[in-house]
Each structure stands twice: as C-alpha cells, then as structure tokens.
C-alpha cells in the first residue's frame, strides 16, 4: 500500500487524533472517496483560512512567499488576488507562470502547470466529477472522484476557459476566451468554442495554419 499522503507531500498537514488518511489518499488517487471526511473536512477549512490570509496580502512578495508554503509554486510565478481553490497542496506550478484574477481551481486532484504557461481572468479549472444518479450521489453522502488535469510548458488559457475534469492540454497551446475545454488539446493547437475544438495550428517557426 502506498505511503500517506502527508508523508509524501510536505504541504499536507498531518491527520490529527480521530482523523484517518484514506479518503485523502483516494481522493489524490482519483478513486471514489467521501468527501464529508473529517480530515478533508479540516483541509478544506485550512485552505480557506490560508486562502484569506494570502488574499488580504497587499504585497506581492510577501503574497507569494505565503503561496510557496501553501501549494507547489516554482520561481517567478505570479498568482493575482481573488484565487479560489480548496486544497492548495495539489495545485503544481512549475515556474514563471502568471495567473489572472478570480480564477477558480478546484483541486480534488492535482492540477498541474507547466513552465511559461498564462492563466487569464477568471478561469476555471475542474477536477472533481460526481455520478449522474441522484441516487448514487444521495445528496452530500456519495461517493464522488476527480480526475487530474494537465497544462502543459509555454500554453496561453485565455480568459473565462473553462478546463474540465481529466484534461490535458498539449505544450504550446492557446485556449481561447470563454472556451470550454471537455478533451484533451494537441500540442501547440489553438483551440475555441464550446466545447473547444482544435481550428488552428501553431508551427514551429510561429505560422499559425488551418488545422
């Protein structure tokens, strides 16, 4: 079985007495878990503390120095205040990436940024799924998954894209505004509309061709 997660990520504090690691190591795992879990619960109450703290944060440097002890953020990124997310500690930014204001990353499952990759206003990147039958989701007391989504090196996400559960959205690629993005994108692809759908090609000397 594998190690707990806090035991393998820094940025997740430890099951307290009465708490237990599964539904998180599950949840992690895009497995069906508990969401009502008393640990998740917890994180989920920690990420929204922390969440305020960084948003009453005027300085920039001082915002993103909170950051790096809240979720993976690498060298030169820049997060704009108004950011919504629930765990923090499943959010990876590689380094050198700009994110836009009221951006929404709800982060079940890591949620991962390559290097050099834009987030405009207002994005919203989804990880978590739920089943379709009411009486499989029994209100708040089913089991619901998520789905890790990817974005890859040097990509653009315009404003107001929407980036669905289990994505991936290939190195060099733009996403237009408002676009929602239900499949995973080719690399150095423009791709819009909803849902999205792959209408140019970005080549590798910059000409942008008909796909």
Not at 47 to 67: C, K, N, Q, S, Y
């Amino acid at each position: 079985m594998s190690a707990a997660p806090h035991l393998t990520n820094k940025l997740i504090p430890p099951p307290e007495e009465g708490e237990d690691p599964t539904q998180l190591s599950l949840m992690i795992s895009a497995k069906p878990y508990l969401a009502g879990d008393k640990y998740l619960d917890r994180l989920r109450n920690r990420g929204a503390i922390t969440l305020d703290e960084i948003t009453r944060t005027p300085d920039h440097g001082e915002r993103m120095e909170l950051w790096k002890k809240f979720a993976n953020v690498g060298e030169g990124v820049s997060i704009t205040q108004r950011f919504f997310c629930e765990y923090g500690f499943n959010l990876h930014l590689a380094g050198e990436n700009f994110v836009g204001a009221n951006c929404t990353f709800v982060d079940v499952c890591p949620i991962y940024i390559g290097k050099r990759t834009m987030i405009g206003p207002d994005v919203k990147i989804y990880t978590p799924d739920h089943p379709i039958s009411p009486e499989a989701r029994s209100g708040l007391a089913g089991e619901e998954w998520g789905k890790t989504v990817r974005i890859e090196e040097d990509c653009w996400i315009c404003g107001s894209a929407i980036i669905l559960p289990g994505v991936t959205i290939g190195k060099g690629s733009t996403v237009a505004a408002g676009a929602v993005v239900t499949k995973s994108i080719p690399p150095r692809s423009l791709a819009m509309g909803n849902p999205a759908r792959v209408v140019k090609k970005i080549l590798e000397d910059g000409t942008i061709v008909k796909a």
